[in-house]
């Protein structure tokens, strides 16, 4: 739901019927308020009515039920309202009994308006971040990212993603196979917790140990042969932004030790200086190793495995989602030779299903935008499958024979060769009325030309 189209609404429960005639005019340009002075009334209000803040008193002379009643029933509604809580109670042990259940805005009566009008306008703002963060996850959902699908796995994960949204984090650790979207979803989260913050990644395997203080962590000038001139490394350039250390597994150990001590400190040292300097920076680590095991095998440090990892996400593989794969290849907008949007048969989606795509999404997106850019029509078939995927037949079908598969895949191929000479014959060995005659672009036309092996094919003389 756009909640940008309307004004937020308030409830506002109390028992005191002057004070609440109060409030409309207290947020006036704030939001629309409904005013309600029973609890039994409220509840029944809540159960048909969204709202997005309730501002709520805790005592009612002459009801049984109380204020945390109501705050209860919203978390069981789970409908996302903000509730601050305006009340004169100064019980302690009462206090304690209702921070406890989980409220965290209190405004002690006698309440100072502004002070309301402050806090409730604190609160919308918030409120409106964090939905239209939701709303752009909605949207980052329908593209092609890790996020698409329904499954049990998906669905805990984009649990997981909505309340790190909500919350925010200074270290998070996304693990997953080879090709999940690890990246994908690390710039997602940078780019909706802090917009137009940098995002510096760095593959952590593919540092040279020489220069690996450097890249991190900077150098002055003169400090080693080479370095002309002063460099800022990756944690002070991030000036707030964040530190994708992709791949962290892969790090070597003693380059593990010194990273430990930034994260740690969040300071640096360059190369050849004594100096400490502040560096203001979040980290996102990625990585498909399982570094339980790494640690337990002492190939990654524990100490800096905990500091890493205070949030984390795992990003289920491909084939533990495997009902998320029509959903996943309907996102990437295939397009065939003639630029048409494409769709699977029944039969050639099973394929696909039934497959177990060990580089995941990256693979899944691949070969599927492969099989589209080859398509003449606008339907793929199983055998348009299996001509450039035929691991799918040995797979699908127990027990077939390799002899077998390879026959039945260059028949594919022996048949898209003759379907091409035939079309060069027509056209006389003009290759752009043969592309004419096969209703295929330039592009498209050299590349399967290529893999025919018919970029120089000639038309065959005629003998007398």
Request: proline letters at 4%.
């Amino acid at each position: 739901m756009n909640t940008s189209l309307r004004s937020p609404r308030i409830l506002a429960v109390d028992d005191d019927e002057l004070w609440l005639e109060q409030i409309p005019i207290i947020l006036r340009g704030l939001a629309d308020v409904v005013t309600i002075s029973s609890v039994d009334e409220a509840l029944n209000l809540l159960e048909d009515q969204c709202f997005d803040v309730v501002l709520l008193d805790l005592n009612f002379k002459y009801e049984i039920r109380s204020g945390l009643d109501i705050f209860r029933q919203i978390l069981a509604l789970n409908s996302g309202t903000d509730v601050v809580v305006i009340s004169g109670e100064t019980n302690p042990l009462r206090l304690i009994e209702v921070f406890n259940t989980g409220i965290t805005r209190f405004i002690p009566k006698p309440a100072d308006i502004d002070a309301i009008r402050l806090e409730v306008g604190r609160v919308l703002a918030e409120r409106k971040t964090r939905l239209e963060a939701l709303e752009s996850l909605n949207q980052f959902s329908r593209q092609r990212n890790p996020l698409i699908g329904r499954s049990p796995a998906i669905t805990r994960l984009r649990a997981q993603v909505e309340e790190l949204l909500r919350i925010g984090f200074k270290d998070l650790m996304i693990g997953g196979d080879s090709g999940t979207g690890k990246e994908v979803l690390a710039r997602f989260l940078a780019t909706q917790i802090s917009p137009g913050s940098r995002f510096i990644p760095l593959h952590c395997g593919a540092i040279s140990e020489g220069l690996a203080e450097s890249e991190l962590f900077g150098h002055m000038k003169g400090s080693f042969t080479g370095a002309d001139k002063d460099r800022v490394g990756i944690f002070e350039s991030a000036a707030g932004g964040f530190v994708f250390l992709d791949e962290i597994g892969e790090m070597p150990m003693p380059q593990q030790a010194k990273l430990l001590r930034v994260i740690q400190e969040r300071k640096v040292q360059r190369v050849g200086s004594f100096e400490e300097r502040p560096a203001t920076f979040r980290t996102i680590s990625a990585t498909h190793v399982n570094l339980d095991e790494a640690v337990q095998a002492k190939r990654f440090r524990e100490d800096l495995y905990f500091r890493l990892s205070k949030e984390k996400l795992h990003i289920p593989a491909v084939r533990e989602r495997k009902e998320d794969i029509p959903a996943l290849i309907g996102s990437f907008e295939l397009k065939n030779m003639k630029s048409e949007a494409v769709e699977f048969s029944p039969q050639a989606m099973d394929l696909l299903v039934n497959y177990d795509w060990p580089g995941n999404i990256r693979q899944l997106s691949a070969i599927t935008e492969g099989i589209a850019a080859r398509l003449e029509s606008k339907v793929v078939r199983e055998r348009d499958v299996y001509s450039i995927l035929p691991e799918v037949l040995r797979q699908s079908v127990p027990g077939v024979a390799r002899g077998a598969l390879l026959s039945y895949s260059n028949a594919v191929i022996a048949s898209q060769r003759k379907k091409f000479e035939k079309a060069l014959i027509d056209a006389k060995g003009n290759r752009v009325e043969a592309m004419k005659i096969l209703g295929m672009s330039k592009s498209a036309y050299y590349r399967q030309a290529k893999e025919l092996g018919l970029t120089r094919f000639k038309i065959p003389r005629l003998t007398k």
